[in-house]
C-alpha cells in the first residue's frame, strides 16, 4: 500500500483535517516525510483547529494542539481537550499533545495551541522547555503569553478565523463547561450560588 498523502500533495483544508484524525504514530507510514517539510505556521494551526473541533463533535471543550519538531517539521504529538469526555479535569488539548508525544526533549520544539493556554499548560510548556508556542485565538482567552515570554519560551500570535469562531460558539452554547474547563467545578458551584 502506498502513502495516502504524497510529498506533492496540495495542502488543503481536507487534508488537515485527515492529519488531525489520523493517530500520530500512524503518520509515518501514511504522510510522506517531505510532506510536512511544506507546511506552514498556518497549516499546523489548522490542524490544531481541526482537532478543537473533533473535542467540541464529541461534546467537549474545543481547543486542540499540536507539537512540531522544528528542525524536521514533522508532528511530534498532537491531541484535543477531552475534560468532560474522559472525565479528567487536566486533559487540556496542550497536555494531551505531549501525553501522546510522550517522553521527549520539547527544547527544539513548537506546539500549536486552538486557545490562549490556562495557567497549568503554560506552567507546563516552560517546564518542558518547549523552545516556541504559537496561540491561535487571543480573541475568547489570553493572558498567560506574557508569563511564557517572561520564561525565555518564544510566543507568537496566529489567530485562526476557525478556530476563533468555534471557541466563541462554545462559550455561548456552554459557559458552564467553559468556566469548569478554566477554573474547575467549585468555580461553576459559586458562580450558581452567586445568581449566574
Known sequence: ?????????????????????????????????????????????????????KSYDEGGCPIGAVIVDNETRRIMGKGH??????NDPYNHGETSAIRDAGRQDFSHATIYTSLSPCDVCAALLYMRQFERVVVGDITNARGN???????GVKVDVLEDP?????????????PDLDLEDWKGLAAVRKCKEAGG
Open 1 to 53: 500500500m502506498g502513502l495516502l498523502i504524497e510529498e506533492d500533495c496540495t495542502v488543503t483544508d481536507e487534508v488537515l483535517q485527515a492529519i488531525a484524525h489520523i493517530p500520530t504514530r500512524s503518520l509515518p507510514a501514511v504522510v510522506a516525510e517531505r510532506f510536512f517539510e511544506r507546511l506552514s505556521d498556518r497549516d499546523f494551526m489548522r490542524v490544531a483547529a481541526w482537532l478543537a473541533q
Open 81 to 86: 481537550n477531552s475534560l468532560v469526555q474522559g
Open 145 to 151: 503569553e506574557g508569563q511564557l515570554r517572561a520564561k
Open 162 to 174: 476557525m478556530a476563533v469562531a468555534l471557541y466563541a460558539k462554545y462559550r455561548r452554547e456552554r
